[in-house]
C-alpha cells in the first residue's frame, strides 16, 4: 500500500473534522441544549449515584416513565450498595467539576452526559481512523452509517443517566475500533495498546455481567504483545493482560452475594418454575424445597416476596448458585432453548425502554422520542418480522469470518474479520448470560447485546466497502494493462 501524501493526509484531516463536528452536534442537541432527553430511572442508578451521595429530585417516584435531569446532594441521599463499576469514575468526576464551577446542593445530569458525549465524540474519532484505507466515497458514506447507527437516540440517550452499561458500551466500542487498528498495523503502537487496555477495562469494570467475556481483549492483548517484536511492546502488552485480569477478578468478586440471589431468585421463579409442568421437581434440582413452588412468578421487586425475609433470603443464597443453574440447564436443554427463543421473539425487540422526557415537558408518562430513531426503530421491526434473522447473522459471522480470514491477504479486511468474530462471541455471550441468568427486565439486559449487534453489521458493511474498492483497483488496473500496447 501506498503512504499518504501530504494533501491525502490533509484531506483525511478536514474530512474527519467535518464528521466530528457534526457528531457532537448531534450530542449537543439531543443532551444539552433545552429539548434535551435522556432515559428514566429503573431504579438502578442509586448503585452509581448513591456513593457520591446524590439522589433524584423525583425521590424514585417516577420510576419508568420519566427522565429525571436534577438530583440533591447531601448527607440524606448517600447511599453505597458496594456495588461495582467504572461508571462511578465518570459520575464522580462530572459531581466533583459542578461542585466546584457550579451548583453547591443540587446536580444537573448534563454535566455527566457532557462528560460522556465527550467520551463518545473520541470513540467516534478511532472509527473514522478505522476508515482512512478506504477510498472518498466509502469513507462519506460509512462515516455517515456509523452516526446513522451509533448516534441512534437507542444509544445517546443512555449518555444522560447513571446506568452502568454506559461504560460499558463506551469502552467495547473504543476497544473493538483499536483492536481493528492494531491488527491491520505491521507494528504495534504502544499509545494505541495502552489505550485499547484502558478502553477494555473500563468494559470489564462496568458491571459483573459484562466482565464475563473480558477473556477476549485480555487474549487479544496477548495476540498483540506475541506480534510486537520490542520488549517494551511486550511489557505493555503484559501489563494490559494483567490489568484485564484484575479488572474481572475484582467485578465479580466484588459484587455482593445478596446482589447475585437477587437476579437467581428473579431466574428461577420468573423463567425456569413459572414455564414448568413440575415446578417442585425443578427447585428441588435447583437446591430449594418443594414449598417453594407457591412463589412461582414473583420477583424481588414484587411486595410481599419472600426475600424481604432474612432468614428465607441468608437461605436461598446459600442452597442456590449459578453453578446449579448451569447443571439444570445441561440436564434440560430444550428449557434453555425454549427460553432462549422466547427472549428472542419477546423481548429482544425491545430495544428501547422507559420515557425519554423529564415530567416538565408535559408528555406522558413513558413517552419517547421519535428524534434521531430510524435505526434503532428499524432494528426493532426487523425483529418482530423475523426474530430468528438474529441466530443467522451470527452464525455467518462466528462460522464464516475465521475461515476468511486466513485466505485474506489485505491486513485491513482481515482485522475486520478477526475483530467481527470477537465481537460476535461476546455479543452471543451477552445474549445467553442476559437470558439465563436472569429473569427481570431482561430487554433492557440485552442492551449490550444490541451493541456487538450494530457493530458487526458495521464492520461487515466496512468490509464490503474496501472489497468492492479493491475489486474496483483491480479492474481498473487489469484494464490498464490490457489498453497498453506491446512494447516491442
Known amino acids: 500500500m501506498d503512504l499518504p501524501n501530504r494533501s491525502d493526509r490533509a484531506s483525511s484531516a478536514w474530512l474527519d473534522g467535518i464528521f466530528l463536528l457534526l457528531c457532537a452536534a448531534v450530542l449537543i442537541w439531543q ?27 423525583d425521590h424514585e417516584t417516577e420510576k419508568f416513565a420519566y427522565f429525571e435531569p436534577n438530583y440533591e446532594r447531601g448527607p440524606a441521599s448517600c447511599y453505597n450498595p458496594h456495588i461495582p463499576s467504572s461508571e462511578i469514575v465518570p459520575a ?25 458525549a465527550l467520551i463518545f465524540t473520541g470513540v467516534y474519532y478511532l472509527l473514522l481512523l478505522l476508515l482512512r484505507p478506504l477510498h472518498l466515497v466509502a469513507r462519506i458514506v460509512m462515516a455517515s452509517a456509523a452516526l446513522w447507527i451509533f448516534a441512534d437516540v ?21 476497544a473493538i475500533f483499536l483492536a481493528v487498528l ?32 473480558g477473556v477476549i481483549p485480555l487474549a487479544a492483548a496477548v495476540w498483540f504483545g506475541w506480534r510486537s517484536r520490542s520488549p517494551r511492546g511486550r511489557l505493555v502488552a503484559g501489563l494490559v493482560a494483567v490489568a484485564l485480569a484484575a479488572g474481572m477478578i475484582w467485578a465479580i468478586g466484588s459484587t455482593p452475594g445478596w446482589y447475585t440471589a437477587q437476579s437467581r431468585f428473579n431466574l428461577i421463579f420468573l423463567k425456569i418454575a413459572r414455564a414448568s409442568k413440575t415446578p417442585a421437581q425443578d427447585l428441588r434440582e435447583l437446591g430449594l424445597d418443594e414449598g417453594d413452588a407457591r412463589y412461582s412468578g414473583m420477583h424481588v421487586y414484587l411486595p410481599g416476596n419472600p426475600m424481604l425475609d432474612e432468614a428465607y433470603r441468608n437461605r436461598f443464597y446459600a442452597r442456590t448458585s449459578y453453578s446449579k443453574v448451569v447443571m439444570f440447564y445441561l440436564r434440560h436443554p430444550a428449557r434453555a432453548v425454549r427460553i432462549l ?12 425502554l422507559y420515557g425519554n422526557f423529564p415530567k416538565s415537558y408535559g408528555r406522558p408518562p413513558g ?17 418482530q418480522l423475523w426474530p430468528e434473522h438474529i441466530a443467522v447473522w451470527y452464525a455467518l459471522a462466528i462460522l464464516s469470518a475465521p475461515w476468511l480470514a486466513v485466505y485474506e491477504k489485505s491486513r485491513f479486511r482481515s482485522a475486520l474479520l478477526w475483530t467481527t468474530l470477537a465481537v460476535a462471541l461476546a455479543g452471543t455471550g451477552e445474549f ?28 461487515a458493511l466496512v468490509l464490503v466497502a474496501s472489497q468492492v474498492q479493491h475489486c474496483g483497483s483491480h479492474a481498473r488496473s487489469s484494464g490498464a494493462s490490457l489498453n497498453t500496447p506491446p512494447a516491442f
Not at 437507542?154 to 473504543?174: C, E, H, K, Q, R
Not at 413517552?367 to 425483529?383: D, I, K, M, V
Not at 448470560?433 to 457493530?455: C, K
Open 182 to 213: 492494531l491488527a491491520r498495523s505491521r507494528r504495534i503502537s504502544l499509545p494505541l495498546l495502552g489505550l485499547f487496555g484502558l478502553a477494555a477495562l473500563f468494559f470489564v469494570t462496568s458491571k459483573a455481567q459484562h466482565a464475563l467475556y
Open 341 to 352: 427463543r422466547s427472549d428472542v421473539r419477546l423481548e429482544a425487540p425491545l430495544r428501547r
Open 367 to 383: 413517552a419517547q422520542t421519535n428524534r434521531f430513531s430510524t435505526w434503532s426503530s428499524l432494528r426493532s421491526w426487523f425483529f
Open 92 to 116: 464522580w468526576l462530572a459531581s466533583s467539576l459542578e461542585l466546584v464551577l457550579g451548583n453547591k446542593t443540587h446536580f444537573d445530569i448534563r454535566w455527566l452526559g457532557a462528560l460522556h
Open 31 to 57: 443532551l444539552l441544549l433545552p429539548g434535551f432527553i435522556g432515559m428514566a430511572n429503573n431504579g438502578d442508578f442509586p448503585k452509581v449515584a448513591g456513593p457520591l451521595c446524590l439522589e433524584g429530585a
Open 432 to 459: 445467553c448470560v442476559a437470558s439465563l441468568a436472569d429473569g427481570a427486565e431482561t430487554s433492557r439486559h440485552l442492551w449490550m447485546f444490541h451493541v456487538f449487534t450494530d457493530v458487526t453489521i458495521f464492520l
Open 154 to 174: 437507542g444509544f445517546v440517550a443512555y449518555l444522560n443517566t447513571f446506568y452502568s452499561d454506559v461504560p460499558a458500551m463506551l469502552g467495547g466500542l473504543a
